[in-house]
């Protein structure tokens, strides 16, 4: 199996193995933590704790993760901020050592508690690499991989999701007239945005994004940045960002970690312009990086 298969089952869960019995993931069996009138289309994270292999890497995490923005997760290398990305759709159950407890709730529902599909939880939740990961196969396979493994799907209404996703990643008119020839031999930036294309075609609530322009061209950079800012009317968005000038230019929300801890969280304007710890202070001021 190529990498950029094993990324996709990985990522959203397609060929999804047993659970690592090795690994120990606890999160209060109640899957339904509220109910359907309750639902809420944030994600909640309460008390996440995360140790791998003994290192507690994520320290009693509670935030709040609000729909249709941008949220990026800032902080020092090494902070956790990964960590905490992939924890949202499950990623890091095939990680050896692990051991997870605590609750994050999508869509109302506990994702780490031990009644809960993992499929299930992936669909919601679109994922962006640092480097892009196109399938082995042609541009148009590409986006319809993923729609016709969940459904049904007659060749004409696909036709039209390929489009669809196409446009909304802005590679349309770029790729409209070679559907069928590879997805490799397109640009870095152009796999980046078919990447994106790939996850909006399964209906996610949000996309996470891991540096998702780190391995770009500014121009190319810049392109997703737009992609993010008019996404966010019908998506949440949650980036991980190593750029503290990216976070300025695009977050509403911002989440600033530091060892493992979310040290302070709030909209975009307040923490930038008025932080209320020091520790967060010393970062913006570029103390420490």
Not at 2 to 29: T, V, W
Not at 129 to 139: A, D, F, H, K
Not at 248 to 261: P, S, T
């Amino acid at each position: 199996m190529s990498e950029a298969l094993k990324f996709f089952r990985n990522a959203f869960g397609y060929f999804s193995k047993p659970e690592n019995k090795k690994n120990k993931i606890s999160g209060k069996d109640d899957p339904k933590v509220f109910n359907l009138a309750q639902r809420n289309p944030d994600i909640k994270i309460s008390n996440l704790n995360i140790y791998i292999n003994g290192n507690h890497i994520l320290k009693n995490v509670s935030t709040t993760i609000p729909d249709k923005k941008i949220t990026c997760i800032i902080g020092p290398s090494g902070c956790g901020k990964t960590t905490l990305l992939k924890s949202i759709n499950r990623l890091l159950d095939n990680t050896q050592g692990v051991k997870i407890n605590g609750t994050v709730i999508v869509d109302g529902e506990n994702i780490y508690d031990s009644k809960t599909e993992i499929t299930h939880v992936r669909t919601k939740l679109g994922l962006l690499s640092q480097r892009p990961t196109p399938l082995p196969m042609s541009i148009y396979d590409n986006i319809a991989f993923g729609v016709k493994l969940h459904s049904k799907t007659k060749k004409r209404e696909l036709n039209a999701i390929v489009e669809k996703q196409l446009k909304a990643a802005g590679l349309w008119e770029e790729v409209k007239n070679r559907l069928h020839t590879p997805a490799a031999a397109l640009s870095i930036g152009q796999q980046q945005r078919l990447c994106l294309a790939r996850g909006l075609a399964i209906q996610p609530q949000f996309i996470l994004g891991d540096e998702a322009t780190s391995a770009l061209d500014p121009i190319s950079s810049k392109h997703i940045e737009k992609l993010f800012m008019e996404l966010r009317e019908q998506y949440g968005i949650i980036l991980v960002t190593h750029t503290l000038r990216q976070a300025l230019r695009i977050a509403d929300h911002v989440v600033f970690m530091y060892l493992g801890e979310v040290i302070e969280e709030g909209p975009a304007e307040q923490l930038f312009n008025h932080p209320k710890h020091e520790l967060t202070k010393q970062y913006l001021s570029g103390e420490f990086s």
